[in-house]
């Protein structure tokens, strides 16, 4: 296991909130990660049609986002959050696992920029997509 597999993983283990979502590091290479969260019925917003509440989404996308950040070969350490703006574009299907792809495309001394993408198992068309901006720590 790479040290940047073993950085994400201890990332995504140490945030309480990833944890409760059971988010899964699946991939992870130079600027992008790959991150799943299973269907759970606990994180329902609606609870007539059984679709995962658009927070839990917004969650998983962000941390996919951070870790993609964190894989690339130019930052020299940890980052946050600026900016990230979600796009949500459907519902995704109750029962099924979603699974954001972020890739981090470009980073300044001080900022870095991603985008992503979450989708359910079924259908071919994205969930929801997101841009965002992150502190590169260490910047100086």
């Known amino acids: 296991m790479s040290d ?18 059971n988010m899964s590091l699946d991939g992870l290479e130079d600027g992008i990660a790959v991150i799943s969260m299973p269907y759970d019925a606990r994180l329902v917003g609606d609870p007539r049609t059984g679709v995962i509440h658009g927070g839990a989404v917004s969650a998983l ?61 079924e259908d071919a068309s994205p969930v929801a997509t997101a841009t965002g901006t992150f502190v590169v720590e260490g910047a100086k």
């Open 4 to 21: 940047k597999v073993r950085i994400a993983r201890q990332f995504i283990s140490a945030l309480p909130f990833s944890e409760a979502l």
């Open 61 to 121: 996308m962000d941390t996919c986002c951070g870790a993609a950040v964190m894989s690339h070969p130019s930052n020299p350490g940890g980052t946050a959050t600026i900016d990230l703006r979600i796009e949500y574009l459907r519902a995704a299907k109750p029962g099924q696992k979603i699974t954001t792809r972020a890739e981090c495309y470009h980073v300044t001394r001080s900022v870095a920029f991603v985008r992503a993408t979450a989708e359910d198992e």
